[in-house]
Nanobody
Framework: QVDLVESGGGLVQAEDSLSLSCSVSGVPFKSVGLAWFRQAPGKEREFVAA????????WYHNSVKGRFTISRDNTKNTAFLQMSSLKPDDTAVYYC?????????WGQGTQVTVSA
């Protein structure tokens, strides 16, 4: 069974920082691509950042470039999303996604709320 468990969400003020974690089990962690998505109330789920399983390659949505950093610790089977200079528009439920071949797995999400 594949499990992804996000943690680290909360209520912060604008310009604060917050770090999310995603603990992954049930798949060979070094072989999976990892991504963070978010979904704000009334909006579609959108891509935030991704990390390839090889070579430290990462991608970011333009709206978070320079503010968010995705990373992974292959010794702890954990992915991270370090968020800084948070804005009220970053308020959403943040989801972790693991991709291996044609299979994809999602976590349950963690709420991030940024007050003005």
């Amino acid at each position: 069974q594949v499990d992804l468990v996000e943690s680290g969400g909360g209520l912060v003020q604008a310009e604060d920082s917050l770090s999310l974690s995603c603990s992954v089990s049930g798949v060979p962690f070094k072989s999976v691509g990892l991504a963070w998505f978010r979904q704000a109330p009334g909006k579609e789920r959108e891509f935030v950042a991704a990390s390839a399983h090889f070579g430290g390659v990462t991608w970011y949505h333009n709206s978070v470039k320079g503010r968010f950093t995705i990373s992974r610790d292959n010794t702890k089977n954990t992915a991270f999303l370090q968020m800084s200079s948070l804005k009220p528009d970053d308020t959403a439920v943040y989801y972790c996604k693991a991709i291996m071949g044609r299979s994809a797995y999602w976590g349950q999400g963690t709420q991030v709320t940024v007050s003005a």
